[in-house]
């Protein structure tokens, strides 16, 4: 990618990138938006660029305004302060962008849109008090990897009401691992990128800002990677509420419908759907197969005691409830375990006033 980025269309790739981003969006502002809701709501994409393509394709900025414009009654109703910040370092681009944001329009009522024109160390410094207390949605959309290191991650992490989508390019790793500007980024060694074969070298970056994670903190990542010819980047989501875990991997479910992670066959299984196999289990991805195994064998062992530790458990390992309850009904008719009305969908199982109920393991 290069800064001539939006004097031509965005590519494929690009545009898989944009439709995460915006079916995540359009699941997060309704959440935030509802008048029950008590907090301010900011959006920051602090790598905004011009918000079109050469084709007037939206990008990231766009695509926010549009969202909130689809929810318009939502934002007419809302008593909250809703901030969106868009920064890019780029004069240039920023004065596209404001044309753009003209253009396009928003309810200038309720929604503040700030353009900024600085270098992200500097945005990102300035912007630090305006995360607390508020609900947040962090886009990095960097060109590279060099933005989001092991500091930064770290403190993203700790931010409450805080969901993150970022960009890297996972490859520059495989390339550049000694390289003495790349190395301390994310301290990557090589012995941990040889782990991986290249096309799943964002999984090995993701399990590397994993580690970043402190031991006992409720924070949740999930990966999504990109293939284009021979290099692969992609999206890190990072949540500490099970809920944006949640709508994320329905995303990259929707998106990839075998594995759940990537625009292309990450493990290189050539399943063909059209043509399947006479052996079932070599027709079902083996990540699905390895959890299910898991799964089950963790509920029966009692490791796992109550449909919220499940789910949790699940979500943690990118799957979802379509992934859970199979499991579940077959336990449930061998008559190994009996799970009262359960449920795996975030919104019932962190009800507040809901207890999570227990798996009895009969035998
Ligand atoms: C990949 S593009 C962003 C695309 C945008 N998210 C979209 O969907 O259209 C990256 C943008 O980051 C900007 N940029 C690069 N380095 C930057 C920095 N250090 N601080 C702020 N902006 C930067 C570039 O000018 C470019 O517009």
Redesign the pocket.
């Given at each position: 990618?290069s800064?001539d980025?939006?004097d031509k269309p965005f590519d494929e790739e690009t545009h898989q990138k944009?439709q995460l981003f915006s079916n995540y969006i359009e699941k997060w502002l309704p959440v935030f938006l509802s008048t029950r809701y008590p907090r301010p709501i900011r959006i920051f994409?602090?790598?905004?660029?011009?918000?079109t393509d050469s084709n007037g394709a939206y990008?990231?900025?766009l695509l926010i305004l549009k969202h909130l414009q689809n929810y318009n009654d939502l934002v007419s109703d809302s008593k909250v302060p809703i901030t969106v910040f868009l920064?890019?370092?780029?004069k240039e681009?920023c004065d596209r962008l404001q044309a753009n944001v003209d253009k396009v329009g928003y309810n200038t009522e309720k929604v503040n849109v700030i353009i900024s024109n600085?270098?992200?160390?500097e945005?990102f410094e300035l912007a630090r008090a305006d995360f607390i207390d508020s609900a947040n949605l962090i886009?990095l959309?960097?060109?590279g990897v060099k933005?989001v290191d092991k500091s930064l991650f770290r403190f993203l992490v700790k931010l409450k009401f805080t969901d993150v989508i970022f960009?890297v390019s996972s490859s520059t790793f495989n390339r550049f691992s000694e390289h003495e500007s790349i190395q301390p980024i994310l301290e990557l060694t090589t012995e941990e990128i040889k782990k991986h074969p290249p096309s799943k070298i964002h999984r090995a970056v993701t399990e590397k800002y994993q580690s970043f994670i402190p031991d006992g903190a409720q924070y949740c990542i999930a990966p999504f990677s990109i293939k284009k010819e021979s290099n692969v980047y992609g999206l890190i989501f990072g949540s500490g509420h099970p809920l944006g875990v949640e709508k994320f991997l329905d995303i990259c479910w929707d998106q990839d419908k075998q594995r759940g992670e990537a625009n292309f066959d990450i493990d290189g299984e050539n399943i063909d759907e059209g043509a399947p196999s006479m052996f079932e289990d070599m027709n079902r991805p083996k990540k699905i197969l390895v959890f299910e195994k898991e799964l089950e064998s963790k509920i029966l062992s009692r490791e796992l005691r109550t449909d919220r530790d499940i789910f949790l458990y699940a979500i943690n390992r990118g799957f979802i409830n379509k992934h859970i309850e199979p499991v579940i009904e077959k336990l449930k008719q061998e008559k190994r375990i009996e799970l009262k009305q359960p449920s795996f969908r975030c919104n019932t199982v962190w009800k507040k006033e809901r207890e999570p109920r227990p798996v009895e393991v009969l035998r």
């Open positions: 990618m800064e980025f939006f944009l994409d602090f790598f905004a660029g011009v918000g990008g990231s900025p920064n890019d370092r780029n681009y600085k270098d992200f160390s945005a886009f959309d960097q060109f933005y960009f």
